[in-house]
């Protein structure tokens, strides 16, 4: 479908197709920018030392002290092989069988993590406060010390993990409270690296005793990083108490100033009633997050207070919080599956800088305003509400300036708040106020209610430890994990004995593989602090033909695929590797499904990638692709984290990294991407091709701070496009050869294709050539988003910072900055092309 697109609004257009802004800066006689000399340091943006915060990203990393320098698997890879692939299911036992267990198989699987680059062998991963450390689970005596012990142990080598000397990827430690409630009287404060663990079968709370000294029970934050590099922290199987705190004293369960690859999930926050003070979760220094789900907040002035630059929240109750949701600051929010009840507020986005907020699928009951927001003529504050049905007692849905402008359900539709692009009709490119569009969701998406499909993280609790395998503990096929031995075969061969069987659990620790990894139909994978598989040698180095390094299903495959806690990475600069390949689709919505699993270039210890790449971005081409949901797949992703490094989380060597591709989609039968976020990738983060039916809930993208002005790699370089099948990769012929910003990576490029339902983009460039004097007139880049001929697109909340054009629509420019000014740059509220 193609827009009418006035002459009025396309004179506006300062990049249209074929004639692209001349590129800023310096220029040799060709019309290519001149380089500019490196600096290091200035790379690093100030830090605002009177707000405490960045609003440049942070670039310093942790150094590891203890490193273990002999252990480098791209010179050193020790064999490991008992036989070549299997790639076909040999057993299936119509399993794992669900027991409803009265002990969670976690607590009793054999415990075998490691930390792999360290100089010490005897870390310990698994820290049972009760057990290890002593802490007393009938709430009777005071546990802080005891739990505090267990996060902060560190090495034998006398590294504590409070100590920010074993780098972000250094100090994984599972912090595991067994059932019952442990009272604590002062708070409990996480480092990079930990997972506070509950146990989901018999329940784990931790309460504040009547004395408790300070003002947050837990932070989250590890306190020697800024909030946007505080990544790999998670919180699950909790419920956090604060009832015996006077209520109207301020008080915050979890303070969550975090970013990407963090995970809070399944935890209740129970405050007392008619508090003016507690608070559930607050971010006071913000955070560049992705995703939380699965929370229920009891009580309290607040339960949520999102001061962040983009987040999906999932699955969210709040019950008789004075307000649920307060977004102090969000550019870019996505609220889905969220239930109100005994509010005054549901959500209150009318102060604070909001660029987005998107309110999907939720219910509320017994409250004064669902939503209460401000009303500005600019991109600020831009809202949208689809598929929300009232309960009783509710006065108003929408208030805006406090007056009602929305009291009615909203179904098959989309409420409007903001600028919308659709075709056709006298709204082209216009401000809206409380509009309904026609937001028709295919039923494949929506398999209960017209809601998107959401599902709960597994803990596989319903399953016994005896339908488990620790990978590690397999007799006859040793796997080592450990970061230089070679554990190809001997996975596979496990992989294949156990699918349709048994429930795989990977220890914590780097699964060095050298050719690809076969999950066929019936895996189920769980990983401890984010296990990492890494790939390896020479099957990763033709960038003409690929190799896929984790390979789900074959084409037409069906059936269960299941995974969360991994980690996708590699060992060594890999221009041929694919990291992951979807091929299989489930019989039931929701079977292929990846929760709390990511991506990592480089910027850690145990790859090449991280001390090799301080160069040109031509001499570390380290990927060729992330991500590939092929067309016969159909997949349920949920917080995910596609990063190539832009800085060294485990030190200070420059990254200048050129992965090629980001999330490449062609599926069509059905994709749900909740809470995902794609950043630093060449060509582009996000490429829907020919897909049909996805739904988006939150994309977060970065462009590779390398690239622009003074790069010495203008897109595609150092990459060459590959516009066939599979990869249709753009390339960037819509602009001059020379134009340095036009040629960056797309956020999202999408070549035909129907059905694609996203919601809430947020699309940020920061850097030219790593400086951030790139900034002209407010551009860094020219382009955000490219669209050609697809149809059904009903994109709501696309978001951006120092981008000229948000969306170049079959070859024009379409949406621009300038046009729909708003928040960190530019927004538009809705851009729809067949409403
Ligand atoms: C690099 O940048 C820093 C910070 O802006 C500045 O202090 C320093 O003088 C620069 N060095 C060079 C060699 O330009
Ligand atoms: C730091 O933040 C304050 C308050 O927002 C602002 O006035 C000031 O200009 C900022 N400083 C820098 C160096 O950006
Ligand atoms: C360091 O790595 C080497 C090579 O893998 C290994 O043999 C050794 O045990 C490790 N040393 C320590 C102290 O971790
Ligand atoms: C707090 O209020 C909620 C909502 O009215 C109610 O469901 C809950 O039982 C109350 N909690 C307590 C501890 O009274
Ligand atoms: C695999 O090799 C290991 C030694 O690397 C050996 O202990 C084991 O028995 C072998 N298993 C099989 C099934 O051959």
Redesign the pocket.
């Known amino acids: 479908m193609r827009f009418y697109v006035p002459a009025a609004f396309a004179g506006l257009a300062t990049c249209v197709y074929g004639t692209p802004v001349p590129a800023e800066g310096p220029v040799n006689s060709q019309g290519v920018p001149e380089q500019l000399p490196k600096n290091e340091t200035a790379l690093y943006p100030p830090y605002n030392y009177t707000t405490g915060r960045h609003d440049l990203p942070d670039l310093t990393g942790i150094p590891i002290k203890a490193l273990n320098a002999s252990k480098k698997p791209w010179e050193i890879v020790h064999p ?1 092989s ?1 036989r070549t692939h299997r790639f076909q299911a040999e057993a299936s036992c119509g399993g794992p069988t669900a027991t409803n267990p009265s002990t969670f198989w976690y607590e009793q699987i054999t415990h075998d993590g490691t930390s792999p680059f360290i100089n010490d062998n005897n870390w310990v991963v698994f820290r049972n406060v009760v057990t290890d450390y002593g802490a007393d689970n009938s709430g009777n005596s005071d546990s802080q010390s005891a739990i505090q012990n267990a996060i902060n142990d560190g090495s034998g080598s006398g590294n504590s993990r409070t100590s920010n000397s074993l780098g972000t990827t250094g100090q994984p430690a599972v912090v595991y409270l067994p059932a019952g409630t442990y009272t604590i009287n002062s708070p409990l404060q996480l480092y990079v690296g930990t997972v506070l663990m509950g146990d989901p079968v018999g329940g784990t709370t931790i309460k504040a005793g009547s004395g408790f000294s300070g003002s947050v029970l837990i932070y989250g934050k590890d306190p020697n990083q800024d909030s946007t590099t505080n990544f790999y922290i998670k919180v699950q199987h909790l419920t956090l108490d604060s009832n015996n705190v006077d209520k109207d004293t301020t008080f915050t369960l979890l303070d969550w100033s975090v970013s990407q690859a963090t995970q809070l999930s399944d935890v209740v926050f129970n405050m007392p009633n008619y508090s003016s003070g507690h608070t559930g979760v607050t971010m006071p220094e913000g955070g560049s997050g992705t995703f939380m789900g699965n929370l229920q907040f009891n009580g309290g002035v607040v339960g949520l207070n999102m001061d962040n630059q983009q987040y999906e929240g999932k699955s969210l109750t709040f019950n008789g919080c004075t307000t649920g949701i307060l977004v102090s600051h969000c550019y870019d929010c996505v609220f889905i599956d969220i239930t109100f009840m005994n509010n005054e507020y549901g959500l209150d986005v009318s102060g604070g800088n909001i660029g987005f907020v998107a309110l999907l699928d939720s219910t509320a009951s017994s409250l004064n305003t669902v939503v209460r927001a401000a009303a500005p003529s600019t991109g600020d504050h831009s809202l949208v509400i689809e598929n929300f049905v009232k309960g009783s007692s509710v006065t108003n849905v929408v208030t805006a300036n406090g007056k009602q402008v929305l009291n009615n359900n909203v179904q098959g539709q989309a409420w409007v708040y903001g600028n919308a692009y659709v075709p056709n009709g006298p709204n082209t490119g216009a401000h809206q106020r409380g509009t309904l569009y026609n937001s028709p969701r295919p039923s494949v998406l929506t398999p209960s209610n017209g809601d998107y499909l959401v599902i709960e993280p597994p803990s596989y609790k319903e399953y016994d430890v005896d339908q488990f395998i620790n990978v590690k503990q397999v007799s ?3 796997v080592y994990g450990d970061g230089d031995t070679d554990d190809t075969n001997n996975l596979n061969a496990i992989i294949s004995m156990y699918a349709g069987c048994k429930i795989l659990f990977f220890p914590s620790g780097t699964y060095i593989v050298t050719n690809t990894i076969f999950f066929p139909a019936g895996s189920r994978v769980v990983g401890e602090a984010w296990a990492a598989i890494s790939a390896l040698g020479s099957n990763y180095y033709n960038p003409q033909s690929p190799n896929v390094m984790v390979q789900v299903g074959n084409a037409g495959d069906k059936g269960v695929a299941q995974f969360s806690g991994l980690l996708f990475t590699v060992a060594d600069v890999l221009q041929g590797c694919t990291l992951l390949e979807v091929n299989i689709a489930g019989n039931n919505p929701g079977d292929v499904a990846f929760w709390d699993c990511h991506f990592r270039i480089g910027g850690a210890a145990g790859s090449k990638v991280q001390t090799n790449c301080g160069g040109s971005p031509a001499q570390c081409k380290a990927a060729f692709l992330l991500g590939h949901l092929t067309s016969s797949s159909s997949a349920y992703i949920e917080n995910m984290w596609g990063w190539t490094a832009d800085h060294d989380l485990d030190g200070g060597h420059g990254q200048t990294i050129s992965t090629g591709r980001g999330l490449l989609v062609e599926a069509t039968a059905a994709t749900w991407l909740h809470g995902t976020a794609f950043e630093h990738n060449t060509l582009y983060q996000y490429s829907f091709q020919n897909a049909q039916n996805v739904f988006a809930g939150m994309q977060q993208s970065e462009t590779p701070y390398w690239q622009g002005n003074g790069s010495p790699s203008i897109a595609p370089a150092p990459w060459s496009s590959i516009t066939s099948s599979p990869y249709y990769d753009p390339d960037f012929s819509n602009c001059d050869n020379g134009d340095a910003q036009c040629r960056m990576a797309w956020f999202t490029y999408i070549n035909g294709g129907s059905n694609l339902f996203l919601y809430g983009a947020g699309f940020w460039t920061f850097f030219n050539d790593g400086s951030a004097d790139c900034s002209n007139n407010g551009v860094c880049q020219t382009n955000a988003v490219w669209t050609n001929d697809v149809s059904n697109l009903y994109w709501y909340g696309i978001n951006e910072h120092l981008n000229l054009n948000l969306v170049i629509n079959n070859g024009q420019v379409l949406v621009t900055q300038n046009n729909n000014p708003g928040s960190w740059g530019g927004v538009v509220a809705a851009y729809l092309t067949d409403s």
């Open positions: 490991n008992n006859g096929y040793p």
